[in-house]
Nanobody, 121 residues
Protein backbone atom coordinates (compact mmCIF):
# COMPACT_ATOMS: atom_id res chain seq x y z
CA UNK A 1 0.00 0.00 0.00
CA UNK A 2 1.35 3.38 -1.02
CA UNK A 3 1.54 5.77 1.87
CA UNK A 4 3.04 9.19 2.51
CA UNK A 5 3.02 10.84 5.91
CA UNK A 6 3.76 14.52 6.21
CA UNK A 7 5.04 16.03 9.43
CA UNK A 8 6.81 19.06 10.82
CA UNK A 9 4.11 21.67 10.50
CA UNK A 10 3.07 24.04 13.24
CA UNK A 11 2.60 27.64 14.27
CA UNK A 12 5.45 29.99 13.50
CA UNK A 13 5.90 33.74 13.51
CA UNK A 14 6.47 35.66 10.29
CA UNK A 15 10.12 35.41 9.32
CA UNK A 16 10.52 32.09 11.04
CA UNK A 17 11.46 28.68 9.69
CA UNK A 18 10.07 25.17 9.60
CA UNK A 19 11.26 21.92 8.11
CA UNK A 20 8.63 19.58 6.74
CA UNK A 21 9.23 15.88 6.26
CA UNK A 22 7.43 13.36 4.10
CA UNK A 23 7.95 9.70 4.90
CA UNK A 24 7.05 7.41 2.02
CA UNK A 25 6.36 3.71 1.83
CA UNK A 26 4.81 1.16 -0.49
CA UNK A 27 6.78 2.13 -3.58
CA UNK A 28 10.39 2.45 -4.69
CA UNK A 29 10.92 6.00 -3.54
CA UNK A 30 14.15 6.63 -5.41
CA UNK A 31 12.52 5.99 -8.79
CA UNK A 32 9.99 8.80 -8.58
CA UNK A 33 9.85 12.53 -8.86
CA UNK A 34 8.39 14.04 -5.74
CA UNK A 35 6.50 17.25 -5.21
CA UNK A 36 5.14 19.48 -2.49
CA UNK A 37 1.80 21.18 -2.90
CA UNK A 38 -0.27 23.26 -0.50
CA UNK A 39 -3.82 24.38 -0.01
CA UNK A 40 -4.60 27.61 1.79
CA UNK A 41 -7.98 28.17 3.42
CA UNK A 42 -10.62 28.78 0.79
CA UNK A 43 -8.17 28.38 -2.09
CA UNK A 44 -7.25 25.71 -4.58
CA UNK A 45 -4.27 23.41 -4.61
CA UNK A 46 -0.96 25.12 -5.39
CA UNK A 47 2.14 23.28 -6.61
CA UNK A 48 5.14 24.78 -4.87
CA UNK A 49 8.17 22.58 -5.46
CA UNK A 50 9.44 19.42 -7.09
CA UNK A 51 12.56 17.29 -7.24
CA UNK A 52 13.48 14.71 -9.84
CA UNK A 53 14.17 11.07 -9.17
CA UNK A 54 17.92 11.59 -9.14
CA UNK A 55 17.66 14.44 -6.69
CA UNK A 56 19.86 16.67 -8.82
CA UNK A 57 17.15 18.88 -10.25
CA UNK A 58 14.72 20.99 -8.27
CA UNK A 59 12.23 23.63 -9.17
CA UNK A 60 10.03 26.08 -7.29
CA UNK A 61 6.98 28.22 -7.71
CA UNK A 62 7.74 31.92 -7.83
CA UNK A 63 5.84 32.38 -4.57
CA UNK A 64 8.44 30.37 -2.62
CA UNK A 65 11.59 30.66 -4.72
CA UNK A 66 14.58 31.74 -2.68
CA UNK A 67 12.84 30.91 0.60
CA UNK A 68 12.07 27.18 0.38
CA UNK A 69 14.41 24.29 -0.36
CA UNK A 70 13.31 20.82 -1.37
CA UNK A 71 15.54 17.79 -0.82
CA UNK A 72 15.33 14.04 -0.56
CA UNK A 73 17.07 11.21 1.24
CA UNK A 74 16.48 8.06 -0.76
CA UNK A 75 18.11 5.89 1.89
CA UNK A 76 15.42 7.02 4.31
CA UNK A 77 12.57 7.22 1.78
CA UNK A 78 12.01 10.75 2.95
CA UNK A 79 11.33 14.06 1.26
CA UNK A 80 11.98 17.38 2.96
CA UNK A 81 10.95 20.99 2.58
CA UNK A 82 13.01 23.58 4.39
CA UNK A 83 10.95 26.75 4.69
CA UNK A 84 12.62 30.00 5.66
CA UNK A 85 11.44 33.61 5.86
CA UNK A 86 7.88 32.42 6.27
CA UNK A 87 5.04 34.79 5.50
CA UNK A 88 1.39 34.79 6.59
CA UNK A 89 0.43 33.89 3.01
CA UNK A 90 2.36 30.62 3.43
CA UNK A 91 -0.36 29.46 5.82
CA UNK A 92 -1.78 26.28 4.34
CA UNK A 93 -1.96 22.53 4.60
CA UNK A 94 1.12 21.08 2.93
CA UNK A 95 1.08 17.78 1.08
CA UNK A 96 3.76 15.69 -0.55
CA UNK A 97 3.44 13.03 -3.18
CA UNK A 98 5.04 11.27 -6.08
CA UNK A 99 4.29 12.88 -9.38
CA UNK A 100 4.65 12.07 -13.06
CA UNK A 101 6.57 15.33 -13.44
CA UNK A 102 8.66 17.18 -10.89
CA UNK A 103 7.83 20.57 -12.41
CA UNK A 104 4.10 20.25 -11.91
CA UNK A 105 1.66 18.26 -9.84
CA UNK A 106 0.40 15.23 -11.70
CA UNK A 107 0.00 12.72 -8.88
CA UNK A 108 0.09 8.96 -8.95
CA UNK A 109 -1.86 8.70 -5.74
CA UNK A 110 -4.47 10.41 -3.61
CA UNK A 111 -3.12 12.97 -1.19
CA UNK A 112 -2.28 12.08 2.39
CA UNK A 113 -3.45 13.95 5.46
CA UNK A 114 -0.97 16.75 5.06
CA UNK A 115 0.59 18.93 7.72
CA UNK A 116 -0.75 22.32 8.78
CA UNK A 117 1.54 25.33 8.64
CA UNK A 118 0.29 28.52 10.24
CA UNK A 119 2.31 31.71 10.01
CA UNK A 120 1.02 34.30 12.41
CA UNK A 121 2.20 36.70 15.07
Amino acid sequence: EVQVVESGGGLVQPGGSLRLSCSASGFTFSRYAMTWVRQAPGKGLEWISGINSGGDTTTYADSVKGRFTISRDDAKNTLYLQMNSLKPEDTAVYYCGRSYYYWRYVPYDDRGQGTQVTVSS
